[in-house]
């Protein structure tokens, strides 16, 4: 095989291979990953279904607990008392901030303790009393350091200035404002703004943001598995309200079809899997068949070369001797017969290889000639006969009665050529028989004619009957006892029989000879 012919199979065997395995690959983890998009939908489906749910609930709760702080506080007054009796654990308690200092209900002094030692907590509810937009602040952010040189702790940014002067009571201007929230960590706070006569005030809730979570974590859907509440991580968004929290859905859903989906998908799976096989089988089966391919060529080229080198030779020497007037006088006619002989050899080579040729390109013969089943088998022998019994073999043919009241329609030289070749096989393997004989013989079928084409020699063995009929196949025989021929002349009657609508079989084959049998349509 030609080396870069052999490197560009390689290649793309190599290539399809690669595809094939990546295929493979596709296939096997296309289930994976379909089921990993069903749990990502099934997840934000069940999120979605969860989401209104769990608000309501949330806002439910926080009303219960504005209702408990009603519609405003009680402004200038000493004492700041919200109802506290029977107060839920995800409230931690609540606050009050006016100018005139931060309260809480009685008995909840540490929450007071709490608050006023967190920088965070305490200046956020100042800035956000003075404007709801501000910033949480966060000590540990340098630009947010600033040193309140009375209480020497940091505070964040500037407030409103404050009236301290309060001889005069302290009173509610206008409406309290809106409830909103916001967290620092884990302080989760929900206040209102007031405005007062003597500046920003503000009334809120510093709720458990874990407690809270337990509360609501009922009302998502049960197939929400391992799903999770809490506060809004560092610029993440929320999806509930009105607090900053998230509901997650967590890393284990339950997607209802999963078994359905993938008995689905072990058809497809197989599917993928077979094709990837077959591509593979077909691809070595095409490099196998091409390998024989090149062996047969290979095989053929040497054989019609030395076919062709031995007649040329018989003819230069021959000629050569003629012209030099070195051979006898009564020798003459014996080598002009070995050219004869010699020449009809090289043709009947030549025409073989040319017929095998057409009809490989799908050339078939459109002649047609009709005369009676015994008169054109006849004609087509009559070419055949003069070299079996130049051979030495005794010929013998009988027609069945009843062919003689049908006529045959095929191409009589599609017939010779097929006899030809069945001639030839049998001068060169059943001349040695002592006395070599050929029977031909027709019998009528239902819409057939059949040929038998027999021979009385030593037969084919039958290691090497299934491949006679392979083009350019030589047996063992062949090539040991330099039989001349290239292998094609079986294969080329088959093929010929065939392309004039009949077929050409051997029908058996032993020690007391050889039988192939021809049948050709009637009609």
């Keep these: ?138 000590p540990s952010q340098p630009t947010h350091k600033t040193i309140d040189h009375k209480t020497q702790l940091p505070v964040f940014g500037v407030y409103e200035a404050e009236d301290q002067d309060f001889s005069s009571p302290m009173e509610m201007k206008g409406s309290p404002g809106p409830f909103y929230s916001w967290y620092y960590i884990d302080d989760l706070v929900y206040m209102r703004n007031i405005s007062t006569t003597h500046g920003s005030a503000a009334e809120g809730i510093l709720l458990d943001a874990g407690k809270l979570a337990e509360r609501l974590m009922p009302f998502v859907e049960p197939a929400l598995k391992g799903a999770s509440i809490s506060l809004c991580k560092k610029k993440e968004p929320a999806n509930l309200s009105p607090l900053p929290m998230v509901l997650r859905p967590g890393n284990d859903v339950e997607v209802p079809d999963t078994a359905a989906r993938r008995k689905a998908m072990r058809g497809t799976l197989a599917s993928a899997a077979l094709v990837t096989i077959l591509a593979v089988g077909i691809l070595f089966g095409l490099l196998f068949f091409y390998a024989r391919l090149e062996r047969r060529r290979a095989d053929f080229v040497s054989a019609v070369t030395h076919e062709l080198r031995t007649p040329l030779t018989s003819f230069s020497l021959i000629t050569e001797m003629l012209k030099n007037k070195l051979v006898p006088t009564e020798k003459v006619d014996e080598y002009h017969d070995t050219l004869h002989q010699e020449s009809q050899r090289l043709g009947h080579l030549v025409e073989n290889v040319l017929a095998f040729a057409r009809l490989t390109r799908g050339k078939l013969r459109g002649r047609a000639d009709k005369a009676p089943c015994p008169q054109l088998v006849d004609r087509a022998l009559s070419k055949v006969e003069p070299r079996l019994r130049e051979a030495g073999f005794k010929v013998q043919v009988k027609h069945d009665k009843r062919a003689e009241l049908i006529s045959l329609n095929t191409d009589i030289i599609s017939l010779e050529q ?72 079986l294969a080329l009657s088959r093929d010929v029989a065939r392309s004039i609508g009949g077929e050409l079989k051997l029908e058996k084959s032993d020690a007391h000879g050889t039988v192939f049998t021809l049948t050709l349509p009637l009609n």
């Design 1 to 138: 095989m030609n080396k870069k012919l052999a490197l560009i199979i390689s290649f793309f065997t190599l290539l399809t291979l690669s595809a094939a395995a990546w295929l493979a690959y596709e296939a096997f983890t296309l289930d994976t990953r379909l089921l990993q998009i069903d749990k990502e939908a099934q997840q934000k489906r069940l999120v979605a279904l969860s989401i209104p749910r769990v608000q309501a609930e949330m806002k439910n709760l926080l009303r219960q607990e504005i209702d408990k702080l009603g519609y405003a506080p009680p402004i200038g007054q000493l004492v700041y008392a919200p109802p506290t009796e029977n107060m839920p654990d995800y409230v931690r308690g609540y606050f009050l901030l006016t100018p005139a200092g931060l309260q809480v209900p009685e008995g909840q002094e540490h929450l007071l303790a709490e608050i006023e030692g967190n920088p965070a907590i305490i200046d956020t509810i100042r800035r956000k009393a003075f404007n709801p937009a501000a910033p949480v602040y966060d």
């Design 418 to 489: 097929i006899f030809t070749n069945l001639a030839d096989n049998a001068i060169k393997y059943a001349a040695t028989a002592e006395h070599p004989t050929i029977s031909i013989s027709t019998m009528r079928g239902h819409n057939t004619l059949s040929i038998r084409f027999a021979d009385n020699g030593p037969g084919i063995p039958a290691k090497w009957q299934r491949d006679i009929f392979r083009p350019f196949s030589r047996s063992a025989r062949d090539v040991e006892g330099r039989k001349p021929g290239v292998g094609l002349g």
